[in-house]
């Protein structure tokens, strides 16, 4: 198998297998038909050997542009401000031309001009450049596109949720360089998949096909400078009390880990605040932020 980061041939091994009927009665309760985009009966999730990534297969299985859509009609939240959006801030500088990928409704186009720091954006979902409430550009085009149009332009280009839905990880990644210029920032912003949200729970819905392409971690993120002309300035971690109250829901509502659910059941009831102080100060949050310099 092909890794779609390193694109070497067995660098790629098979983890795991997934029911695919499975995975349609699970969006079907989120309200989505997916249906046609599984023509097998299996899903398997691999690893790429050089990076630690792991990615579905077949890509075949990845939503389009109309799942965004419907996506974003069921789950009214999923355009909002996020907490990678503001820390990322910290790394740009005012006007400073930045390219975002993947902009939905100009959330963070607004941010950007708030700080008096030039945006421009590019999405895939025609209700979300309709409803662009920034006073930025969002274009409807892919990052080769504009890669060929503005080549060496922009001093960052960032993504933030969208790395995650790539299946063609290495054009995709190479196409954001090719916009940059030499000594710009990729900054990248993912769900964290070494996840408290995930440890037991590797059928979350949405970490799966058609919405994730793939899966990725700290060290499949540090692993970019091995592949690319990259250079790893700094990786956060969204602290736990950001989604402290989600987090203990969903460990109270897996039904695995029977006894540790009891446990923490427990000490919630009897010592709330120290539980959170502990597993605060244990677990790492659920997005993960990766600043890169071109080099």
């Known amino acids: 198998m092909v890794s779609p980061v390193s694109l070497k041939s067995n660098d790629a091994v098979l983890i795991e ?150 299946p063609k990880v290495n054009s995709f990644i190479t196409d954001a360089l090719n916009s940059l210029k030499k000594g710009g920032k990729l900054i990248i912003g993912v769900p964290n998949n070494n996840p408290y949200l995930f440890i037991n729970d590797k059928h979350h819905t949405l970490n799966l096909p058609p919405h994730h392409a793939g899966l990725w971690n700290k060290k499949s993120l540090k692993s970019l400078e091995k592949v690319f002309p990259l250079e790893l300035e700094v990786i956060e971690f969204e602290p736990l009390e950001e989604s402290y109250d989600q987090f203990i829901n969903h460990l109270l509502s897996n039904k695995q880990n029977f006894y540790y659910r009891k446990l923490v059941n427990i000490t919630r009831k009897l010592f709330p605040k120290l539980l959170k102080k502990i597993l605060c100060r244990l677990i790492k949050g659920r997005n993960v932020l990766a600043v890169f310099t071109k080099k």
């Open 17 to 166: 297998e997934f029911n695919t009927e499975s995975i349609i009665n699970s969006y079907r309760e989120l309200g989505l038909n997916v249906n046609h985009f599984f023509s097998t009966k299996s899903l398997s999730l691999y690893k790429c050997k050089s990076t630690g990534y792991r990615f579905y297969y077949p890509y075949t299985s990845i939503g389009d542009a109309h799942f965004y859509s419907e996506l974003s009609k069921v789950r009214k939240n999923y355009y909002s401000t996020r907490w990678e959006h503001l820390q990322s801030l910290a790394y740009l500088k005012n006007k400073e031309n930045v390219l975002e990928i993947g902009s939905g409704f100009g959330i963070y186009l607004s941010l950007l001009a708030e700080n008096k720091i030039n945006g421009k954006g590019l999405e895939l979902n025609p209700q979300a450049i309709e409803n662009n409430n920034s006073p930025y550009t969002i274009e409807n085009k892919l990052i080769g596109e504009e890669s060929k149009e503005n080549p060496n332009k922009y001093d960052a280009v960032v993504m933030f949720q969208v790395l995650e839905h790539v």
